[in-house]
């Protein structure tokens, strides 16, 4: 008869075999932690019912238990596995944990580069996840005909439900309709002169400083904020008191730390029902859209889960991607001055305050293609579960059910996608397209039914900032500043981008 350590031995071998290696277990994880332990505690204290037992039976079963089982998850991940022919780091092919220890210090996207630099364009970054630097990367994931699926990433917000972060493919076609109604060529407009007069207050707040430096982190951060707040919820977010100086709070500090989203969720869950009352119709926010789905289905607590979800999602993607965007944007003007001058130039003769006017400029929209490709608002996020099946990326195979992921950062500075990848040249994108070496490799908003349904409105939000700084000041680093060397060299990858201080003065023309 087998003793209780070998049987221990094979129970573990047995978990992991039969049990742990299929499927996903990351929202089990508290049920399985739970099951164990009671099964832990039962042997504990059948042992000490018998009068000679001590509980070290119970020790020694468990460790063998659990040797058994990570024993199996290493041998299996480290010589056994579907991706061991890939290249990598062992350690990141033995546990995730190693790539989240590489990056605790939020440098991600830099670790990300030096493992393409060493590895090559398909690296093994996890023991089931590829991460992938070809320009083919953002077409294979989420382009025509494909049958991904999003990652375990995307329940981030549970148990809260949102259409944009939902994995259900079906579900998210179709809740996204409710989205692309929301913020249809037909109401952006009504958006964009909400933005027109946050723009005119954020040059009111520039001109308050008399030449003085400025962060322009802070500046585009309180920016975002207000303006999403408005066109968002009808709301002015930096005018309120109490609950809202405590959000805006969190915001400011939390986000930097790479909680944001989560504080966010909590504002969100707690909002004053004043927030959410149905706007009149001159009155349209995005919101109301949110609403009017709600009430339509009927207000049962899964809908309110839907409601709480999309409303977080819609806060987060209204402000924290447009704020580093500005940030940076403003970053590469002040370090090359001509193209402020070019962009000036540009606007003599257009309505400043027509974002779809502005959407006509060459120049500007050069300038601000150039800033999303070499430091995007989101360095290193991207991925997705590939099907059954598995699939080609430019004729390299994934097997299926296989992580993948496309890091912007990278692929923004691919030399097989761009001449000179590192320098910032906005005429790359209209008088001297033989700088772009394959266009796929640029996609700072998605590809497909899964791209940003907010990509219009946040274009609009930059061009209208940038036409209304551009005109009436000269932009230029504060003393001592050394051309803004410590926006990258300080820049931490925290889901957004968060450069490092960007002080600048704005001059009056």
């Known amino acids: 008869m087998a003793s209780p350590e070998a049987i221990a031995i094979v129970l573990g071998l047995f978990a992991h075999c039969f049990v742990f290696i ?13 099951f164990h332990v009671c099964v832990a505690a039962l042997l504990y204290i059948w042992e000490l019912s018998r009068l000679t037992a001590n509980g070290s039976w119970t020790v020694v079963l468990v460790g063998a238990y659990i040797f058994s089982l990570l024993s199996s998850i290493s041998i299996y991940r480290l010589f ?17 944990l190693w790539h989240v220890w590489k990056c605790r210090d939020s440098r991600g996207h830099h670790v990300l580069e030096e493992w393409y630099r060493q590895y090559g364009e398909f690296v093994r970054t996890g023991p089931a996840e590829i991460t992938i630097f070809h320009p083919a990367a953002y077409e294979a994931m989420d382009g025509p005909g494909n049958r991904n699926t999003r990652s375990d990433w995307y329940d981030l917000l549970y148990p809260r439900i949102s259409s944009i972060f939902t994995r259900d493919r079906k579900l998210h076609h179709e809740r996204r309709k409710m989205w692309d109604h929301a913020l249809s060529a037909k109401v952006l407009p009504q958006y964009n002169q909400k933005v027109v007069d946050r723009v005119r207050s954020l040059e009111d707040l520039i001109s308050a400083h008399s030449s003085s430096p400025v962060i322009i982190n802070d500046l585009m951060h309180f920016f975002a904020f207000d303006s999403m707040g408005d066109f968002a919820f009808s709301e ?38 004043g927030c959410r009352m149905k706007k009149t119709p001159a009155e349209r926010d995005i919101a109301s859209w949110f609403i009017d789905d709600h009430i339509k289905h009927g207000a049962s607590p899964n809908r309110a889960r839907w409601l709480s979800g999309d409303t977080a999602t819609l806060v987060v993607a209204g402000s924290d991607t447009t704020a580093p965007s500005l940030t940076l944007l403003f970053y590469f003007l002040a370090r090359y001055p001509q193209h402020i001058e070019r962009i000036y130039e540009e606007i003599q003769h257009v309505d400043r305050r027509d974002p779809s006017a502005l959407a006509t400029l060459p120049h500007l929209t050069g300038t601000i293609n150039e800033s999303m490709r070499l430091l995007p608002a989101v360095p290193t996020f991207s991925s997705r579960v590939t099907p059954a099946e598995g699939l ?8 299926g059910n296989i992580k993948i992921c496309a890091p912007r950062y990278s692929i923004g500075r691919l030399e097989s996608a761009y001449v000179r990848p590192l320098d910032f040249i906005p ?61 990258e060299r300080d820049m931490k990858d925290q889901l957004t981008a968060h450069p490092g201080a960007c002080r600048v003065i704005f001059e009056p023309r």
């Open 22 to 34: 299929h499927g996903e277990w990351h929202l089990r994880a508290p049920a399985v932690v739970v």
């Open 80 to 96: 056994f596995h579907r991706l061991r022919i890939f290249p990598g780091p062992r350690l990141a092919a033995w546990t995730k």
């Open 236 to 273: 002015d977010f930096i005018q309120q008191s109490g609950f809202l100086d405590l959000a805006l709070l969190l915001y400011l500090v939390y986000g930097k730390c790479g909680i944001g989203f989560i504080c966010w969720s909590f504002v969100i869950s707690v909002w004053p029902d």
């Open 392 to 399: 080609f990326v430019d004729g390299t195979w994934i097997p």
């Open 427 to 487: 005429e790359r994108w209209y008088s001297q397209p033989e700088l772009i070496r394959d266009k796929r490799a640029f996609a700072p908003f998605g590809v497909g039914r899964t791209s940003c349904v907010g990509r219009h409105l946040a274009l609009a939000h930059i061009r209208l900032v940038t036409v209304g700084l551009v005109s009436q000041y000269r932009i230029r680093f504060a003393p001592g500043e050394r051309n803004g060397e410590a926006v």
